[in-house]
């Protein structure tokens, strides 16, 4: 976790941090170092490329704040040449020679842009040329006329991880918030580490942070504004109680903790750090932050009303607002929720993404464990294929002592390749899982925090780079590359006149090896079953297709079903109630592997269904999910069901929603070929029972057999009754069977049927039992 605890300009932890408009964190000293001018160029640029630097450059001259609004907004510009002896605190006047021009291209309104580095320090960031002093001033009024420079012009920051500028406004860098949360989040971090050796509460004085001398002189006030410590010299000097700073508020330094809070760590208390090696020293850290470890939190409050602390939290633009920010400021028309709502909703979010961070770290110490096994069985087999080679090569010795050493080169190669290939992914993924669990530790200590606005100052950020961090994880990274085994073989049948062209056989071809089915992909659908399934991890065995086989249902010979590359199945037009067994192989150019294990599946006793809007005559109107069925004709239409049968027994019904003109509608069964234009049963394709309001008939090719009284009205309901087992069709009508059993000797292959026209409307009802107390059948007629 220390790697997101530190800062990335000078690579200390963090030090009063502050967030960028990017959502990244620096140190508020680190901040100044690497704050720049708009060049004086610039201000003779175009109105429009202006107004692409952001509000602070679109209002021209008027951006210039006057010195007092800098002090109030940016005292730390004195504390920078505090915490960097070396002179890269400055700003940039009077060295615009030095100045990064930024690019004017940047994204209008949004205070980003791009910029072209010009000096750069060892860590790669950039930062000022030091401000030379005017002849016969002191090296501390030159840090002040710096910070003077950098408010009196427009300035910008760019962030030395994303490289996006943000131009500053006329708070200068106390206009970005403060990242509290992760100040506390370092002090518990260095709490728990320990103080460094040779910390002593001597270290902890609180000294001067704008002295010459040497030693700095012991600090006589703290400006509250300010945050900065002053010795009485350069109080008069720096901040003299006049003009505008006449209206800060100094007060005595704190006293210095004592020996048992400077070992405890906090952030504050450990002073000294050469500049040259980047440490952040934070204004007043000397003083004030020192006994940081036992005083209450100081919670962030809102920048634009000071003292106001937050209440709600911005929807619009995603941050913590006070309550005069909703009646005063641009957030009053925005929707906002209370703040401890948005706390815990994206705690929530963060956790969840954190979830699928830790399964894949998980995963990938798994890995690694697998990996440097690879690793040992790549040494072992290695070693087993010289000492191969070494036996074949010396029973052909005189044919063979000038190729034997070509081949034992090879065989090295490809041992070092592949151990190369293994340890650079052992590397990589060590790598990553070293950030996802920095990332991880640091977003758990987020987690803990009970600081709602801080937390939702970096939540959004936070989740999404847990969710970029998870993305890292994709499919194949935690796969190795290469496989311990080596495909290489020796051929020592050839006659000795080929002995010369004697070589390796590279990537000999094997059959496939097992496919695994993968039972959580296989499932069953009414008479339709699917089927999924891959190759073995660590398999280089080239698979050209695969066959699935499937039996009959009751115990039969397999046959095969599907032959092709595909890895996902879907076989319809099964038995209904019946139990399927299913195995799979592979097939490459060099033969047949061996089958998979076999899946038992079971498909649905009872079918479900609606009618079939593809197979439906155009005339025909399905609703309520294709179960209702209708006609935009005077003639009859014929629709088919989804399902088809041939097994079992299968009963469904159709309730008769509307019925006018006393029409005649058909139900039945029919072949998948029926003639869809024309009453259902006037072809040999259709069996069917057609019925008006005071009787029925039974027909099949045109021929009209049994009629029986006894029709259908609105709400009556049709039953249809397909007993394959005994090869049967039966008819009822209000749970009564009308007239006798309709068909005999049915056999083949069915699909629900009926055909009506514009004058009656059904609706179907499936997945109905095979009723067994139905009424005894009316007697038939002439």
Same mark, same amino acid.
């Given at each position: ?48 490329? @202006?107004? $692409? ?10 951006? *210039? !704040? /006057?010195?007092?609004?800098? &002090? #109030? +907004? ?44 010009? @000096?750069? $320090? ?10 030379? *002093? !005017? /002849?016969?001033?002191?090296? &501390? #009024? +030159? ?58 509460? *001597? ?580």
């Amino acid at each position: 976790m220390e790697e997101e605890l530190k800062c990335p300009v000078c690579g200390s932890l963090f030090r009063e941090p502050i967030i960028l408009p990017c959502s990244h964190n620096v140190c508020l000293p680190c901040a100044r170092t690497i704050a720049v001018q708009t060049p004086d160029g610039e201000q003779h640029l175009p109105p429009p490329l @202006l107004h $692409s630097r952001g509000s602070a450059l679109s209002s021209g001259a008027a951006a *210039a !704040p /006057p010195l007092d609004q800098e &002090a #109030a +907004a940016g005292p730390a510009c004195s504390g920078a040449g505090g915490s960097a002896a070396g002179g890269l605190g400055g700003g940039a006047g009077g060295g615009s020679d030095h100045a990064d021009k930024l690019s004017l291209y940047s994204e209008t309104d949004s205070g980003y842009g791009s910029y072209t580095p010009s @000096l750069k $320090s060892p860590n790669g960031v950039r930062v000022l040329p030091m401000v030379p *002093a !005017p /002849p016969g001033s002191s090296a &501390a #009024a +030159a840090r002040g006329a710096a910070c003077s420079s950098l408010s009196s012009s427009s300035s910008s920051i760019t962030c030395p991880q994303c490289h996006r500028s943000a131009s500053l406004d006329h708070r200068g860098l106390r206009g970005f918030q403060r990242n509290r949360l992760l100040e506390a989040i370092v002090q518990r971090y260095q709490q728990g580490r320990g103080a460094a050796p040779g910390t002593s509460a *001597a270290t902890a004085v609180a000294i001067c942070q704008l002295c010459d001398r040497t030693p700095p002189e012991p600090a006589a006030t703290l400006c509250e504004q300010c945050d900065v410590l002053y010795c009485a010299a350069c109080q008069l000097k720096c901040h003299p109680s006049r003009g505008p700073f006449a209206k800060h508020r100094l007060v005595q330094p704190p006293p210095p903790p004592a020996p048992s809070e400077v070992a405890s760590g906090s952030p504050g208390a450990v002073q000294g750090a050469p500049s040259g090696s980047g440490g952040c020293k934070s204004p007043g850290a000397t003083g004030a932050g020192a006994a940081g470890g036992n005083t209450a939190r100081k919670y962030p409050t809102c920048p634009e009303h000071e003292m106001e602390n937050y209440s709600m939290y911005c929807l619009s633009c995603r941050t913590p607002v006070c309550y005069l920010c909703l009646e005063e400021g641009r957030h009053g028309k925005h929707e906002v929720k209370p703040l401890g709502a948005m706390w815990k909703q994206h705690k929530a979010q963060l956790s969840q993404a954190l979830n699928g961070v830790s399964d894949k770290a998980k995963e990938a110490k798994e890995f690694l464990v697998q990996l440097k096994n690879i690793l040992q069985q790549i040494q072992e087999n290695g070693l087993d294929y010289e000492a191969c080679l070494v036996a074949q090569c010396d029973a052909l010795v005189d044919a063979l002592t000038r190729q034997k050493a070509k081949l034992l080169t090879k065989v090295t190669k490809e041992r070092e390749h592949k151990l190369k290939m293994v340890w650079d992914q052992i590397n990589h993924c060590t790598l990553k899982l070293r950030q996802s669990t920095g990332l991880m530790e640091y977003c758990l200590e987020v987690i803990k925090e009970n600081d709602p606005a801080g937390f939702l100052q970096i939540s959004d950020a936070l989740i999404k780079r847990v969710q970029v961090s998870q993305e890292q994880w994709v499919k194949g990274a935690l796969e190795p590359k290469v496989s311990a085994e080596f495909e290489l073989t020796l051929d020592s049948e050839p006659l000795l006149q080929a002995i010369h062209q004697l070589d390796f056989i590279q990537m000999k071809c094997r059959v496939p090896p097992v496919p695994l089915l993968q039972l959580e992909k296989c499932c069953t659908r009414n008479n339709s079953v699917t089927l999924a399934w891959r190759t073995p991890p660590f398999t280089h065995s080239p698979v050209d297709g695969y066959i699935l086989e499937l039996d009959d249902g009751d115990g039969g010979q397999f046959r095969e079903v599907y032959v092709g590359k595909e890895t996902l199945c879907t076989i319809d037009g099964l038995h209904f109630n019946s139990t399927y067994n299913a195995r799979v192989k592979a097939f490459n150019s060099s033969g047949v592997g061996p089958y998979s294990k076999t899946v038992v599946l079971q498909t649905s006793d009872v079918a479900w269904f609606t009618f079939d809007p593809n197979s439906g005559h155009r005339d025909i109107i399905l609703s309520n999910d294709n179960q209702t069925a209708t006609c935009s004709s005077y003639d009859d239409r014929v629709v088919l069901g989804t399902a088809a049968f041939s097994k079992g027994a299968h009963y469904w019904e159709l309730h008769v929603d509307r019925y006018d003109n006393h029409p005649d509608p058909a139900f039945g069964v029919a072949r998948a070929s029926v003639v869809k234009d024309m009453m259902l049963g006037k072809d040999d394709k259709a069996w069917a029972m057609y019925v008006d309001n005071n009787r029925s008939w039974f027909m099949h090719c045109n021929s009209h057999t049994n009629r029986t009284e006894g029709g259908v009205c609105k709400g009556a309901t049709v039953g249809v009754l397909l007993d394959l087992n005994k090869h049967t069709l039966t008819f009822f009508i209000n749970g009564q069977q009308q007239g006798p059993t309709a068909f005999s000797h049915v056999d083949g292959v069915f699909m629900p049927a009926l055909s009506l026209n514009r004058n009656v409307q059904v609706t179907l009802h499936t997945g109905l039992e095979v009723p067994t107390n139905l009424g005894r059948p009316k007697l038939s007629g002439n």
